[in-house]
Structures are given as structure tokens and as C-alpha cells.
């Protein structure tokens, strides 16, 4: 049964799938001006315009239908006064009011198109593994050059150039190189400052390959660090490995990620963790299911999270350790393998 089957399957009524990650997940078809209509059962009509139309008309499973650029208002047009499902989570207020311009009885849904998503196939989960091995192999390459010295900028241009070098196609995100201070803001963008001397370095990274992503974080020594300091990395590493063991199919996104806090509450610093365990990853860097205090989700064997507790302390630094994770019925595979024992860099 394919995707749109799947999809199909599930409805009572058309869905109107305008996401770009969801056409390209249902369909294999990338372009940043398109929509699907899926029908009860899968039939499905592919809509973009004439810059898309050659690789619209070599799609398998869907009828192609060409408009004109501004793909809303043909559609506004052509749904008439249907009643047409739309993902509520996905769509833009202004091109919600252009759809229904043209009299649809507009239907929010939620989460039909994620939940499939969710669960990745075999193919999806080894391509997910080749691209989280670029992780690794980015930070063996890393290691083996001095940063001391260096700005943030410079070091995340070393890491993007790696990653093209070995065969990315572009980048997650834009790689987070935090050092020192700037290390107590869990998403610090690489800045001019100079990397000092015995400090701590996070360095979160991750790549697309084959349109799909990868999520790796590892964090650093440039010296001999303070007592202090020591203690914030033994924590994380301590809470991270209290996470992983937590992981399974069947708990709960909400106690995976309590079951991480409870060495850091000990120690008097649950407010210097401040974010979620860990998101979902797939197409897309962030996708469900969610390990937070406030997550419903309940996991399920072929999902794909993070593992990434953290701590940051104003004036002082910070540290985050993150593995990226398939769900198992006993556990998870872990993806990415780089040595999360604290590595010395010069």
C-alpha cells in the first residue's frame, strides 16, 4: 500500500495537502508552488504551475493538473463549493481566506499527514542512518584541527564545508557553535568571538541527505576545565544516558523527558533545563513526536527522536549532548556514535 493509500484510507472527506515536505513525503515531488488533493481512498490531482509541470507529469499514483502560477486562486477556482479537509497546522491565514474565496467548505484537520510521518519506513530509517554517519564523521574531522583561537563563524564554516565535502546535499540548520559564555544560550548562532582556552564548546550540527535529515550535538574541552564546569558535562552526560534508556515504544514523549530531569533536579538545576528532551526528525529537522514536560504523544517502534538534554548557566557556559534515535519495541538504536566521553580540543 503506498502513502497516498495510507493516507486515503483515513478520510472521510478530500484533504487538500498544501505543506511542500508533505507532497514531496506523499508523492516524491519537490517544488515550492503545488498542492495535492486527496480523495477518500487515494485518487489524488497534483496542482502546480508550468515551471513544475515536467516533473508533476512524471509523478506516479496522481493526475496532473497545470495552473497558473498562483496555484491558491486556481484552486479557489476549481474546488468551487466542495467541502475540502486542509492541514490547519500547515497553512497560512491569508492563503486559507484565498482558498475559501471561492466558496469550499474549508475542514481543519490535525496531524493526519504527520502521523504517517511519523513512523518511518525501512528505507526512510537507512537513509536516515547514512546521513546521521556524516555527523560522525564531521566531528572525527573536527577534533583532529585546533579551535582555540578560532571564532564560532569560523569553525561552523569548517563544519558546513565538511559536510558538502562528504556528500550532503545542504545543511539541517545552521550549525550552532557556542563557546564559553555564549554556551548558556542553547541556540546561540556561531558569532565573532574568539575561542578561548579551557572552556566548554557545544557544537550542534546535521546535514539533509537524500531529503532526509540528521541531528547530532556533542560539547567540548579547550583545556582544563573548573570544577564547575566538569560537573555541568558529567550531568548532561549522566541525564543524556538516563534519557536513551528511557526511550521505547509505548511510554510517553512527557515521562521520556522527566526521566532525564531527575539528575539535574537532584543537583538544584532543573531551571537550567530549561527545553524538551528531544523532537522528532525526518523530511523535516523538527517533525513529531515530541519529548517534552507537555507532550501527548506516545511513542511508537519506527519513530526517529533526539535525545538531548541540556544545561545553561548565564555567566558561567553550558552543555548539551544529543544522539539521534530510532524507537524499538525494547528500546532504540542509537544512530550516531561519536564518543560522548569529554574530548580535550586545542
Known amino acids: ?104 467548505q474549508l475542514v481543519p484537520t490535525h496531524g493526519l499527514i504527520e502521523a504517517l510521518r511519523a513512523v518511518k519506513e525501512p528505507s526512510e530509517l537507512e537513509t536516515m542512518r547514512r546521513a546521521a554517519a556524516l555527523c560522525d564523521a564531521v566531528y572525527e574531522a573536527l577534533v583532529e584541527q585546533p579551535i582555540v583561537g578560532r571564532t564560532e563563524a569560523d569553525v561552523a564554516w569548517t563544519i558546513e564545508r565538511t559536510f558538502r565535502e562528504l556528500g550532503a546535499e545542504a545543511l539541517s540548520f545552521v550549525p550552532i557553535v557556542a563557546a564559553g559564555l555564549n554556551g548558556a544560550s542553547p541556540h546561540g548562532r556561531p558569532s565573532a568571538n574568539v575561542i578561548e582556552a579551557e572552556t566548554l564548546v557545544t557544537i550542534d550540527l546535521g546535514c539533509i541527505l537524500d531529503g532526509y535529515c540528521s541531528d547530532c550535538t556533542r560539547t567540548f574541552a579547550t583545556g582544563p576545565l573548573s570544577q564547575e564546569l566538569t560537573g555541568v558535562y558529567d550531568l548532561v552526560a549522566q541525564s543524556q544516558l538516563d534519557g536513551l534508556a528511557a526511550v521505547r515504544a509505548g511510554e510517553s514523549g512527557a515521562d521520556v523527558d522527566a526521566a532525564s530531569r531527575t539528575g539535574i533536579g537532584a543537583a538544584g538545576l532543573a531551571e537550567a533545563y530549561g527545553h524538551g528532551l528531544g523532537h522528532g526528525v525526518g523530511i523535516e529537522i523538527h517533525e513529531a513526536p515530541t519529548l517534552r514536560p507537555e507532550s501527548t504523544d506516545v511513542l511508537q517502534a519506527g519513530n526517529v527522536v533526539t535525545v538531548e538534554p541540556g544545561l545553561y548557566l548565564p555567566g558561567v557556559g553550558g552543555c548539551r549532548i544529543e544522539d539521534i534515535v530510532i524507537v524499538t519495541d525494547d528500546g532504540c538504536e542509537r544512530m550516531t556514535f561519536f564518543t560522548k566521553e569529554l574530548v580535550t580540543v586545542g
Open 1 to 104: 500500500m503506498t502513502r497516498l493509500d495510507r493516507l486515503g484510507a483515513t478520510l472521510d472527506e478530500p484533504l487538500l495537502v498544501t505543506d511542500a515536505a508533505s507532497v514531496r513525503y506523499l508523492t516524491g515531488f519537490r517544488s515550492t508552488n503545488c498542492a495535492l488533493l486527496v480523495e477518500p481512498g487515494g485518487a489524488t490531482t497534483l496542482f502546480t504551475d508550468f515551471r513544475y509541470a515536467e516533473g508533476a507529469r512524471r509523478v506516479e499514483q496522481v493526475e496532473f493538473t497545470q495552473t497558473r502560477r498562483d496555484v491558491t486562486g486556481a484552486l479557489s477556482e476549481l474546488l468551487g463549493g466542495r467541502r475540502i479537509g486542509f492541514e490547519a497546522g500547515r497553512i497560512p491565514y491569508a492563503q486559507w481566506q484565498g482558498l475559501g474565496s471561492g466558496g469550499a
